[in-house]
Every structure is written in structure tokens, then in C-alpha cells.
């Protein structure tokens, strides 16, 4: 895609981890290969468990966290390097919000010095412009003037994620990292802060990346969705795809436990739990607790690979695997699976 | 069918710097044997207060102002410490959150799962304790149990360390079990296996169970009953299916569609505007009247009934008949979407 905003290739993050004070280090691959696009002015989801590796990408996305190998390309910026100078710029353009309101604002200022923060630190606007911005972000969150003399204590969840998410607004940013936005608010203010952003997407022309362990969540965000487990994409595809016609066991998985808890038929459910980095499966990483692994996935690692138009899936049997058959199927995008010969 | 717990008029007040909050107003609920409750409600809405006053292990700075509490019926409420601590762990079960927390991570598991038998049963035997701890090990489906009773909780995974604690809490087969969010810290493709343990265990010993959750899509798949609660106060409550089926109270109707699933994706969310009053400045009439589409000047003036009908359900709402009737548009007074989600 010609028009990526964030262009991601082969990006690895690899920790030494050693056992105890003198143990040899051993890798822990974090992030194991991922490539992504983003298109500018719309919303790339991950959604993954915990020690999917989501956060990780996230982190080097916003420069927190140095890559070990791999090119992240963010509006024609290399950020494997950048000089101070180029850093400082980049801030203009990428923010984050990240998930938990309460500890990302500093309880000892004003609402008003928190948002007006980036602005001080980058030496923009005067005074009294700065004054200005604070009431226009404030308007565009949605809080009421007054906000800007009340400290974070005396604000709900809800109220603090749209002080967040104004701080993050106040250079006028580009692209914004989502980080589980909503993962710590209560259900009947998620729906708030979702359609918030969907709106500021719409008005700004912003790009997002959403992380989040909600495929629900994602889904209704993003135009693109990727899978990720073990710190690699098991599926990449349109939400709509991906929601109606996954290719792959751990994304139907994930739809059959969003679909069984709102009392969906199908309940493929599967066992066991996300296993250890430190000691990841051979062969394909969802193995241990796929219900279609044969001995093929036990012993070679399924590339991932095209399976339909602009859906990748990383299964040997993604052209024979059996659609997920769901209570109801959402907005008609389901693509059938052509029945073709077994994978090897 | 017999009650096993029955809650009167349950009141509880909190002590704190902003003055004396009543955290649980005037709540009653009846627990059924072999039946589950969800007990539903945001953060802030009491429901884990509820919890604590009926177990009698309120925080220092609470203390329930009314109410009994009947446990088949004996008056909890009016039993003294040592009394209480005979009954908990042995008739009734409580499992935490996050295990992590609710496990010492100074002694093996096998230490902690023998500690019941050796508090409520007296045994003093290194191997019958040892036995008896494998047994229900395997109870709760841990795989090698023998081998894993050395093993300490920060070895465990998170839902493994989940069926530990549930493995501490059915030990000694309670009649009643009291789960406050056991799978909130949880992945989502765990979460479903560890509901699946207790629905089977509650089978197995005819278990009651109170099940505390913000979530009411998986409440329904699990409960039998709910109880929903809003700012302290139970505003409806019934059989679950029917509940999900006809909500009466616009909370419930709210919260109902205010979650993303995966069948709505591409339509904009209908939020509930606003926030939960601070329990400290709570509205003159119904607390939920501030947010609720469908509000006249009876429910700014005071507080509803409780409206009975059907098979044991109530709702405390003005108009419940006319939502029954279907006299009140459901839709009635939702934000109107400025603009249409944004366009996939």
C-alpha cells in the first residue's frame, strides 16, 4: 500500500532474561516478526491475550522501547534513526493514550496544566493561546469548561480517559496509539470514550492503532484487524473477514468466547492457556491448544500467506478448515472458504 | 425451591474523609440452593460491598447500619467473630479476582490447600492431608496435581492459580459460594474454561452461587438469577433469561446495548450519557434519573417503588408499566448519532 501512514516490516523485540543472579541469559522473543500497514486516516487493531506481544509493538511504535531488528516507518520516517532533533519532531506527530487514566495524569496538577503540558514542553503558543487551545481541546473531548481547574482525583474514569485523550490531541498529532482505551472503564462509559475517538477519527483524519484484548472492541473500531499470539500474526485481514470468515483455529477461538458470553451457539471453545515465551511451542505457537493439530503443525512452523483477497492466515489448513458457523452473521461479508486441496 | 441466603434490607455505611457514604442502601436478594445470582453493577455500585457486609468482613471504616442476613436461617449479621469464622471456608466459599493476591506467595500450594482441612477438619497427618489435597487438586482439573502441590502460586498461571483458589474454597463442599469477579483478570479463552469448572462443580455438590460482575453478557450465560445494581441500590432483578428477554429498568436497557458485540460492529454504539452520581451528592429522586431517557418529574421528586409482577421480578423505576406496555419507545431519548459510524 502506497498510502501507509505506518509501515511495519519484520519488526523483533528479543529480552535476555537469565534465571537467578548467575544464570546463563537466555531470549525471550517478545515480538517475533510482524508486518503491518496502516493506511492514513484509518485504524489498524492488535488484539491478542496477555504475552501476546501487543503492548510490545505499541512501545516500540512510540520510540519506549528500542527494536532489536526490523524498520518501523512512520509518515516516511525511518525510527530506527532518528537524531534528537527528529525525535522531538516525531512527538509532534504519534501520542498515545494509554489504558489506565488513573496513573498516566499526574494527581498534582490541574486538568488545565496536564493538557496544556505538551504544548510548554515543545515551546508552542503563547500564554494566552495556550489558554485558548486548553478550551478548544476541552470542547472537543467533550468536558465542560470549568475541567480545566479540577485535579484528576476529583474526575471519574470516564472523564479522565477524555482528559487523556485531549493531551494527547494538543500538538495536533497525526496518529494516535490506542492502548486497551477502554479496558478500565465501566461498560456504560466505554461506549462513550469508543464513539469519542471514532469521532475525533473522523473530524481530524486521524490514524489510529487500537490495541486491545476486546475482539469486540477492535472490531468495531478498525477497518483492519491482526491477530497476534506469541508475539507473531496468526491472521491478518478486513474486520469484516476476520469476523465472519476467520481462516485460522485461534481467531475463531477468540470469536466463539465473545460469541458464547453473549449466547452464541457455536462454542469452539479451546484448553489450556498462552504458553511462556520463555519456552514457546515447536512447530506452529497454537499447537498445544489447537483442536485441528495434526503432526505437521507439531513439527513445521505454518507460514503466514495469502488465503483470500487481503487476508493473510498463518495455518497449514486455512483453505480446509471449517468456517466458524455463527448464530448470526454480521452484515453479510462472509466469504466461504473454497473447499481446495489439503495444504502441505 | 429452599433459600439458602436471604438478605433483608441490607444497609452499609462507609466512613471516609468526604463524610459517612451509604455504600449499600436498603438491598435485599435471596439466593436459592443449586441456583446461581449475578449480582451486576459498575464500579462504585456496591456490589462487592454487599459481598463483605453479608460475610461480616467489612473494611474497618464500614459497618452495617440495618439489615439481616439469613444463612439457612441463622442471622449472620449477628454472629459474633469466631462464629463467622466457623461458617466461612467451610459452609460458605469466597473466591477473589486475581488469586495472585488472595494466595501467600510465601508458602507451596499444597501448604495452602491443607491449611482448610487442617483449620475446619483438624487433621494433623502429613499424607491424609497430602491425599486429601491431590483429591481436590484433581477436582479442579489441575494436570499433575501430585507433582505441583510443591510448586509455588508464582508458578502458576493466572487461571491455573484461579482453580487453586476455587480448589481452597469447594474443599470443605460449601453450600454457598460467593465469587467476586473470578474471571475479570483472566484471558478471554480462560475465562470460559473456569466458568465451565464452577458451573460443573455447583452441579456436582448442588452448590448456591453469588456472582459478582460487571459483565452481563457473561452473567447471563452463567446465572440463573440477577440482581442488577445501580449507586448502591438494586434497581431490578429477576430470572436472568427474562431479565435479558423484556428489561424493565432503563439502566438495564442501557447497559444491554451499550457493549460492542460482534453482530453490531458497523453501527454506532448507543451510549448511556453521563456518570454514576458520587454516592456522596446522590440525586433527590431516582439516582438514575440524570442519565435516563425516559425521566418525568416524579422521578426527579422522589425515590420509585419497587414494581412486582411475572415470576419474581421487581424493578424500582416510575415506569416500568409503561415500558412493560410498550408505551415508551425503548430508543426514546438515545443520543441521536451525529453521523454515521464511520464508513467501512
Not at chain 1, 488545565?112 to 470542547?139: F, N, S, T, Y
Not at chain 1, 479451546?270 to 504458553?275: D, K, L, N, R, T
Not at chain 2, 435471596?30 to 462487592?48: D, F, N, P, T, W
Not at chain 2, 414494581?307 to 415500558?323: I, V
Request: net charge positive.
Amino acid at each position: 500500500m502506497s498510502d501507509a501512514f505506518v509501515k511495519v516490516r519484520d519488526l523483533r523485540k528479543t529480552y535476555e532474561v537469565r534465571k537467578g543472579l548467575f544464570g546463563r541469559p537466555r531470549p525471550l522473543h517478545a515480538v517475533a516478526g510482524v508486518s503491518f500497514d496502516v493506511p492514513a486516516g484509518s485504524t489498524f487493531g492488535l488484539v491478542g491475550e496477555s504475552g501476546s506481544g501487543k503492548s510490545t509493538i505499541a512501545k516500540m511504535l512510540m520510540l519506549a522501547e528500542p527494536a532489536t531488528a526490523g524498520s518501523i516507518e512512520i509518515g516516511k520516517r525511518d525510527l530506527t534513526r532518528l537524531d534528537r532533533k527528529e525525535r522531538e519532531q516525531f512527538h509532534l506527530e504519534l501520542q498515545p493514550v494509554l489504558q489506565d487514566p488513573y496513573s498516566s495524569l499526574n494527581p498534582r496538577m490541574r486538568v488545565g496544566r496536564i493538557i496544556d503540558e505538551p504544548l510548554r514542553v515543545h515551546g508552542l503558543l503563547g500564554a494566552a493561546g495556550r489558554r485558548a487551545k486548553v478550551a478548544e481541546l476541552l470542547e472537543l473531548v467533550g468536558l465542560p469548561a470549568d475541567a480545566a481547574r479540577r485535579y484528576p482525583h476529583e474526575m471519574s474514569g470516564g472523564q479522565r480517559q477524555r482528559v487523556s485523550i485531549a493531551r494527547a490531541l494538543a500538538l495536533d498529532p497525526k496518529c494516535m496509539i490506542l492502548d486497551e482505551p477502554v479496558s478500565a472503564l465501566d461498560v456504560s462509559i466505554q461506549a462513550q470514550i469508543l464513539n469519542l475517538l471514532k469521532d475525533l477519527q473522523q473530524r481530524l483524519g486521524l490514524t489510529y492503532l487500537l490495541i486491545s484484548h476486546d475482539l469486540a472492541v477492535v472490531a468495531y473500531m478498525s477497518q483492519r484487524v491482526g491477530v497476534l499470539y506469541l508475539g507473531e500474526f496468526m491472521e491478518i485481514g478486513d474486520a469484516a473477514d476476520i469476523v465472519s470468515g476467520s481462516r485460522h483455529p485461534y481467531t475463531q477461538a477468540l470469536i466463539a468466547s465473545v460469541d458464547a458470553r453473549s449466547g452464541g451457539a457455536s462454542a469452539r471453545l479451546v484448553s489450556g492457556e498462552i504458553p511462556s515465551p520463555m519456552n514457546p511451542p515447536g512447530g506452529c505457537p497454537f499447537n498445544p491448544r489447537c483442536p485441528h493439530a495434526t503432526d505437521l503443525c507439531r513439527s513445521e512452523k505454518p507460514a503466514l500467506r495469502q488465503v483470500a483477497d487481503g487476508q493473510w492466515s498463518a495455518c497449514h489448513f486455512a483453505d480446509t478448515l471449517a468456517p466458524l458457523t455463527r448464530c448470526a452473521t454480521a452484515g453479510g461479508h462472509g466469504k466461504t472458504p473454497a473447499p481446495a486441496a489439503t495444504a502441505a | 425451591m429452599e433459600t439458602i441466603l436471604e438478605a433483608k434490607n441490607l444497609t452499609t455505611v462507609l466512613r471516609g474523609r468526604a463524610g459517612v457514604i451509604t455504600a449499600v442502601d436498603n438491598v435485599s436478594l435471596q439466593v436459592k440452593a443449586g441456583r446461581a445470582l449475578a449480582l451486576v453493577g459498575e464500579s462504585g455500585s456496591g456490589k462487592s460491598m454487599t459481598c463483605l457486609s453479608m460475610l461480616g468482613l467489612l473494611p474497618s471504616n464500614g459497618r452495617l447500619a440495618a439489615g439481616e442476613v439469613l444463612f439457612k436461617g441463622r442471622d449472620l449479621a449477628r454472629m459474633n467473630r469466631k462464629q463467622l469464622e466457623k461458617i466461612r471456608g467451610r459452609e460458605i466459599g469466597m473466591i477473589l479476582q486475581d488469586a495472585m493476591t488472595s494466595l501467600n506467595p510465601l508458602f507451596t500450594i499444597g501448604e495452602q490447600v491443607g491449611e482448610v482441612f487442617k483449620i475446619h477438619q483438624g487433621i494433623r497427618d502429613k499424607a491424609t492431608l497430602r491425599r486429601k489435597c491431590i483429591e481436590v487438586l484433581e477436582k479442579v482439573k489441575i494436570p499433575a496435581a501430585e507433582e505441583r502441590l510443591d510448586s509455588y502460586p508464582f508458578q502458576f498461571s493466572g487461571g491455573m492459580r484461579q482453580r487453586v483458589s476455587i480448589a481452597i474454597n469447594v474443599a470443605l463442599s460449601p453450600e454457598l459460594l460467593i465469587c467476586d469477579e473470578p474471571t475479570t483478570a483472566l484471558d478471554v479463552t480462560v475465562q470460559l474454561q473456569i466458568l465451565g469448572l464452577l458451573r460443573e462443580l455447583q452441579q456436582q455438590h448442588n452448590m448456591a452461587i453469588v456472582f459478582v460482575t460487571h459483565d452481563l453478557h457473561l452473567a447471563s450465560q452463567f446465572c440463573d438469577d440477577v440482581a442488577i445494581m445501580y449507586a448502591g441500590r438494586v434497581v431490578e432483578s429477576g430470572p436472568i433469561a427474562d431479565v435479558f428477554r423484556s428489561p424493565a429498568h432503563p439502566y438495564t436497557v442501557g447497559l444491554l446495548k451499550a457493549l460492542p458485540s460482534l453482530d453490531t460492529y458497523s453501527e454506532r454504539l448507543t451510549a448511556i450519557p453521563g456518570q454514576q452520581p458520587s454516592l456522596t451528592r446522590l440525586p433527590q429522586g431516582c439516582r438514575f434519573e440524570p442519565r435516563c431517557p425516559h425521566a418525568t418529574d416524579a422521578c426527579r421528586r422522589q425515590y420509585p417503588d419497587w414494581f412486582e409482577w411475572g415470576d419474581e421480578r421487581r424493578a424500582a423505576c416510575w415506569r416500568t408499566e409503561d415500558m412493560l406496555t410498550g408505551r415508551l419507545d425503548p430508543r426514546a431519548g438515545v443520543a441521536v448519532p451525529v453521523q454515521q459510524g464511520a464508513s467501512r
